[in-house]
C-alpha cells in the first residue's frame, strides 16, 4: 500500500515563499510521474506542476514562481512555491501514479494560506 504525506504548509504573507514536501512509504517516486494539485473552498481539484521521465509541467497560473522537484533516494518530492499571491490559497495535494495506476494515489493534503 503507497502511502503519500504531504507537509509544509502554512500561513504566509504574499510575496511569500514556502516549500511543501510529499514523503512517500515507498519509492515510486524514481519509477512513476508525480504532480502537485490544489483545491481552493467552492472550486474543483486543478493540476499545479506534473514531473514525468525528467520533465516538468506548470500551470500557466504558477509558471516562474513555483519549482517541482523530487529526491528518489529520500523518497520525497518537493513543491517550491515562491510569490505567493492570495489565489494560492489551497489545499495543496501530491499525487502520484504506481502499480494502481495513473494518479491512483493521493496524499491527505496540506493548508497553504497567502494572506496579510
Known amino acids: 500500500q503507497v502511502q503519500l504525506v504531504e507537509s509544509g504548509g502554512a500561513l504566509v504573507q504574499p510575496g511569500g515563499s514556502l516549500r511543501l514536501s510529499c514523503a512517500a512509504s515507498g519509492s515510486i517516486f524514481s519509477i512513476y510521474p508525480m504532480g502537485w494539485y490544489r483545491q481552493a473552498p467552492g472550486k474543483q481539484r486543478e493540476l499545479v506542476a506534473r514531473?514525468?521521465?525528467?520533465?516538468?509541467y506548470y500551470a500557466d497560473f504558477v509558471k516562474g514562481r513555483f519549482t517541482i522537484s523530487k529526491n528518489s533516494a529520500r523518497n520525497t518530492a518537493y513543491l517550491q512555491m515562491n510569490s505567493l499571491k492570495p489565489e494560492d490559497t489551497a489545499v495543496y495535494y501530491c499525487?502520484?501514479?504506481?502499480?494502481?495506476?495513473?494518479?491512483?494515489?493521493w496524499g491527505q493534503g496540506t493548508q497553504v494560506t497567502a494572506s496579510s
Open positions: 514531473l514525468s521521465g525528467g520533465k516538468t
Open positions: 499525487n502520484a501514479d504506481g502499480p494502481g495506476g495513473a494518479g491512483a494515489y
